[in-house]
């Protein structure tokens, strides 16, 4: 079992931007497909990005598109979450998450694996 930790988070203004990692530990990362989740209070969990294990491909969500950039190191077994122009509405609990198999993990049955989350906040 990998187990994943997330940082970066914080409080921010509308317009700024923010830089999360995901370290991962206890399983070979380079083999894993990762993505990125969010929740904001009273919505569902939805995904943000996902990238494959080699980093040729990549997923974003339309909300979030051309405003964050998803990366990997293997070297360092860690995934980045790029944030730049935030909004308001990005303010949510941001997960890290592994993939099964060889799929993006762009929904909750595609997730192996949950970070314990990273809060952002985005003040107006």
């Known amino acids: 079992q990998v187990q994943l930790v997330e940082s970066g988070g914080g409080l921010v203004q509308a317009g700024d931007s923010l830089r999360l990692s995901c370290a991962a530990s206890?399983?070979?990362?380079?083999?894993?497909?990762m993505g990125w989740f969010r929740q904001a209070p009273g919505k569902e969990r939805g995904s943000v990005a996902a990238?494959?294990?080699?980093?040729?491909?990549?997923y974003y969500a339309d909300s979030v598109k051309g405003r964050f950039t998803i990366s990997r190191d293997n070297a360092k077994n860690t995934v980045y979450l790029q944030m730049n122009s935030l909004k308001p509405e990005d303010t949510a609990v941001y997960y890290c998450?592994?993939?099964?198999?060889?799929?993006?993990?762009?929904?909750?049955?595609?997730?192996?694996?949950w970070g314990q989350g990273t809060q952002v906040t985005v003040s107006s």
């Open positions: 998450a592994t993939g099964v198999g060889p799929f993006l993990p762009t929904k909750d049955q595609l997730v192996r694996d």
């Open positions: 206890g399983r070979t990362f380079s083999s894993d497909p």
């Open positions: 990238i494959s294990s080699n980093g040729r491909s990549t």
